[in-house]
């Protein structure tokens, strides 16, 4: 059973700055996408990001704005969502997930693994 581990959640002002990273414990991501979602309280779960293992990318529009990105190292198994200008109502959980397909899907039926998830509060 493959099991995600995100970390780097945390409590931040609006403008700054976060950094999820996410890995498999025990196993690899192999060529499989990886993509980021985040659910706020009250709210669906919505699609963030997702990087394929050749680096393609696929953004949530229109909320990331180029604000985010996301990027993997194969080498060291991680995926990483980096968070800039940080606003408010970008406060959720943010889970990573890895999908069935080597390329990233903003339909999260796609994805087969998840990751329990890593708290992101922004106050103003």
């Known amino acids: 059973q493959v099991q995600l581990v995100e970390s780097g959640g945390g409590l931040v002002q609006a403008g700054d700055s976060l950094r999820l990273s996410c890995a498999p414990s025990?196993?690899?991501?192999?060529?499989?996408?990886v993509g980021w979602f985040r659910q706020a309280p009250g709210k669906e779960r919505e699609f963030v990001a997702a990087i394929a293992w050749n680096g393609g990318t696929l953004y949530g529009l229109p909320f990331v704005e180029g604000r985010f990105t996301i990027s993997r190292d194969n080498a060291k198994n991680t995926v990483a969502l980096q968070m800039s200008s940080l606003r408010p109502e970008d406060t959720a959980v943010y889970f990573c997930?890895?999908?069935?397909?080597?390329?990233?899907?903003?339909?999260?039926?796609?994805?087969?693994?998840w990751g329990q998830g890593t708290q992101v509060t922004v106050s103003s």
């Open positions: 997930a890895q999908s069935r397909w080597d390329y990233g899907t903003t339909d999260s039926s796609q994805y087969e693994h």
């Open positions: 025990g196993s690899t991501f192999s060529k499989n996408a």
